[in-house]
């Protein structure tokens, strides 16, 4: 059974950091595409970033410059390294895995979902 399992979310103030992570098992393996969601109170869930099989990296122009996804080595646990936060960035985060080779933006192309975590970004 394919499960992802969500940490690290929690309040911060403006201008602080925090990193997320997600541990994922059972089928999830290499041939996977990764992301970050988030659902801001009362808005549409929305892609944050996405790492493709391959490693390669993107990320929603709201976030470029402050926001780092990564994979560790065995890659069992997906990373959002996330800086310079911003009362914008309050959102429930969710780590998604889908079976592409080029990672969607779609939200409905991901088929594994985390249960989410909350981050809050206030003064």
């Known amino acids: 059974q394919v499960q992802l399992a969500e940490s690290g979310g929690g309040s911060v103030q403006p201008g602080g950091s925090l990193t997320l992570s997600c541990e994922y098992s059972?089928?999830?393996?290499?041939?996977?595409?990764m992301a970050w969601f988030r659902q801001p109170p009362g808005k549409e869930r929305e892609r944050v970033a996405t790492i493709d099989p391959r490693g390669n990296t993107n990320y929603a122009d709201s976030v470029k410059g402050r926001f780092t996804i990564s994979k560790d080595s065995p890659k069992t646990t997906l990373y959002l390294q996330m800086n310079s936060l911003k009362p914008a960035d309050t959102a429930m985060f969710y780590c998604?895995?889908?079976?592409?080779?080029?990672?969607?933006?779609?939200?409905?192309?991901?088929?594994?979902w985390g249960q989410g975590n909350q981050v809050t970004v206030s003064s």
């Open positions: 059972g089928d999830i393996y290499s041939g996977f595409c």
């Open positions: 998604a895995a889908g079976r592409w080779f080029n990672c969607p933006e779609e939200l409905d192309k991901y088929n594994l």
